[in-house]
């Protein structure tokens, strides 16, 4: 099967499991998901499975992308945050849809990797960093929308921090990886409205930067 007839296979599996926003239909068919996947896995970028990246980590399911995006309820004048770039998958989703993406990566070379590929693609309208997600992206902020693709116990109060009035954050929250749920939280003028909306499994959402093993320095002198 051509890489065209797998995709328009993936897109409507994505509608008859409750992908309906035409936005997101659209930006999952024109962002190439192959791009993001490891070479081994190249023929499987267009089956509804996540696949590793390296560093224990994985590029989200596409239903799993397709509904979250869609959980944002996005529109074209906003700007999102990102907590996880991973891969750069969904970012790259999110650019196809909003005005300006930011995304935060812990691990130094998916973040490395992922900025390499929206260069290549020309994905303008994202821009990456290394750091703590968690800490959010204070100068940016606040941002209208907030998406975090690794699960935790509680969002992360930086984060709702950083959320406008009105605005709308999208996180994996539970105990532990077997009772995760997609959470919509909205930030109202009294507070946080919380909404519960599917079970999902993500990765954990862990602090500070990780530390990647780094070579031996030879001494000088
Ligand atoms: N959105 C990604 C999938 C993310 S997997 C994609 O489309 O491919 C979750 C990612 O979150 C991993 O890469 C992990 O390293 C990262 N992560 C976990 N905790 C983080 C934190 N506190 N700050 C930034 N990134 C974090």
Redesign the pocket.
């Known amino acids: 099967m051509s890489t065209a007839a797998r995709k328009i296979r993936l897109l409507m599996l994505l509608r008859r499991n409750g992908v309906t926003d035409v936005q997101v239909l659209r930006a999952m068919e024109l962002v190439p998901r192959e791009a993001?996947v490891p070479a081994t896995f190249r023929d499987q970028a267009y089956e509804d499975t996540a696949l590793p990246?390296g560093?224990g980590?994985?590029?989200?399911q596409p239903l799993v992308?397709g509904l979250m995006t869609q959980a944002l309820e996005l529109s074209d004048r906003m700007k999102v945050l990102?907590?996880?770039?991973?891969?750069?998958?969904?970012?790259a989703v999110l650019s196809k849809i909003v005005r300006r993406v930011y995304s935060?990566?812990?691990?130094r070379p998916?973040f490395l990797e992922a900025e390499e590929k929206f260069k290549e693609l020309r994905l303008h309208n994202i821009t990456a960093r290394l750091?703590?997600?968690?800490k959010g992206w204070p100068e940016a902020a606040p941002f209208e929308r907030i998406l975090v693709?690794?699960g935790g116990l509680e969002p992360p109060a930086e984060l709702v921090a950083q959320l406008a009035i009105g605005g709308i954050m999208v996180i994996p929250l539970g105990p532990d990886r077997r009772e995760q749920k997609v959470v919509r939280l909205r930030r109202t003028d009294d507070g946080l409205e919380r909404e519960e909306l599917w079970p999902v499994r993500?990765?954990?959402?862990?602090?500070d930067v990780?530390s990647d093993p780094v070579p031996p320095v030879e001494q000088a002198g």
Do not use: K
Request: proline share 6%.
């Open positions: 993001f990246i560093h980590q994985t590029i989200s992308v990102e907590v996880g770039t991973g891969s750069g998958y969904q970012a935060v990566e812990r691990h998916l750091g703590d997600g968690m693709t690794a993500f990765v954990p959402l862990l602090p990780a």
